[in-house]
């Protein structure tokens, strides 16, 4: 018996004329992700990514995971692929779900004929797969309204497919159809999960991490790094910009006033996230920040932190409480990385009362008098060291987790 996968798309199809770049995105997405699986035939038809594999290496467990956390897929399905024969349909109905039949008292049939060419009618081939099912399982009753189990066939152009219920897929939009953008990723809880909701709505991502070594260790960046691998399921292959952000830090906390001192280095990381935006063509800032969680995230520090550069910056996670994100960190695969203990430069020097409703006037005005932080800046900017993350890769911490 030859057993697929089929994912089926969401949102996308609603996108007109661009349907089919989204649609080929999508394969060019899914063939990347399975890469490291196996040999899959990958192809469409008729709203659907079919995934067949080419030989009996090609892993369809793992496959049927990866397939499941790429977004644009709103749901997706094993199948087994049949000849259009109303007699193979049976007989590959028995075999791939006579198991789960027998565990059931209650099922219906729910076929469809997408080609119109194959004799039985969609009603008909339900009645009579149903029939020949129940000669099988004497024991099962049909119930159309809740059954305990649906058996699937959709007969389509290359085959007819048997399947159970779909499973829910990741949704959104194929990463990279939205455009490119940079996160600012911590090694805390909310970046990475900000990361993952825009990789959602099809944005292709890198991420820039601002480190303060000696302030800030090894492992603190090792951690961060770990975080990005972990997206890659998602976000697929990207860079890691880590910006040595020492000097600029300690010319701010030596030269501006205490309760400024938050506001004005998110400004100055802007700044340098703007420039890094710009030479690898990224159109916007993704951050994790949530309106009230801290004092640099109430509505005046923010507008503060926006009026530094032009880019948009996105903030996935204004709206929400702390354990929504936490829900959802768990469910993506970062929380335990996020709560691992290692300091993060935005935690070092951080006075003990910040102003919480800081204004754009008093902000330029202690800007103005730090004349050598754009030079600072810039030379940070320079010395960025890029580390690719590569998808299937181990994150470097992930023994310890
Ligand atoms: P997170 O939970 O993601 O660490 P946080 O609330 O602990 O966020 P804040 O200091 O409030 O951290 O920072 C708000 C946002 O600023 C983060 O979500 C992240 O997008 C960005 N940010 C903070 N620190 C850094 C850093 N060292 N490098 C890059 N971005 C950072
Ligand atoms: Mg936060």
Known sequence: MNEIIMAFQGE???????????????????RRRLENVGDFKVYKAQSTIYIEPKDEFAD?????????????????????????????ICETAEEYMGDQLREC????????????????????????????????????????KQPDIVVYVEVRDFGAYVHGPKQQGAGGLPV????????????????????????????SLHHIHFASPPYTSERAKLKVQSLGQLLTDYTGSCNLYV??????????????????????MRRSMMRIARMIADDISCEGIVTGESLAQV????????????????????????GMDKTEIIEIARKI???????????DCCTIFTPPH???????????????????????????????????????EEAPLAAEV
């Not at 956390?69 to 049949?82: E, L, N, W």
């Not at 939205?178 to 900000?194: E, F, K, N, Q």
């Not at 995230?297 to 923010?302: D, G, P, R, S, V």
């Open 12 to 30: 996308m199809v609603l996108k007109g004329l661009n349907r089919s770049s989204f649609e080929s995105t999508l394969m060019k997405i899914t």
């Open 354 to 392: 910040p102003k919480t409703k800081p204004s754009l006037e008093e902000i330029e005005e202690a800007e103005s008098k730090m004349p050598q932080l754009k030079e600072l800046e810039e030379a940070a900017a320079k010395e960025v060291e890029i580390i690719r993350l590569r998808m299937g």
């Open 105 to 144: 008292r209650t099922f219906k049939v729910e076929a469809r004929r997408a080609d119109k060419s194959f004799p039985m009618k969609s009603p008909e081939l339900s009645k009579e797969l149903g029939g020949f099912l129940l000669s099988k399982h004497p024991h099962l009753r049909v119930n159309v």
């Open 176 to 203: 990279s159809t939205s455009g490119r953008a940079l996160t600012m990723l911590s090694g805390g809880i909310d970046s990475p999960v900000a990361a993952w909701m825009m990789a959602k709505r099809g944005l």
């Open 295 to 318: 004092a640099s995230q109430t509505l005046k520090a923010l507008m503060c932190t926006d009026l530094a550069q032009d880019l948009p910056v996105l903030r996935p996670l204004i």
């Open 333 to 343: 695969g970062t929380f335990e990385t996020s709560i691992m203990p290692y300091e």
């Open 60 to 88: 369809v467990d793992t496959a049927f995971d990866k397939v499941r956390k790429i977004f644009g897929v709103a749901a997706v399905c094993r199948a087994a692929v049949c000849e259009k024969t109303f007699e193979a």
């Open 243 to 264: 910006v040595p952000y020492t000097k600029p830090q300690e010319y701010i906390r030596d030269n501006a006033p205490d309760v400024l001192f938050t506001v004005l």
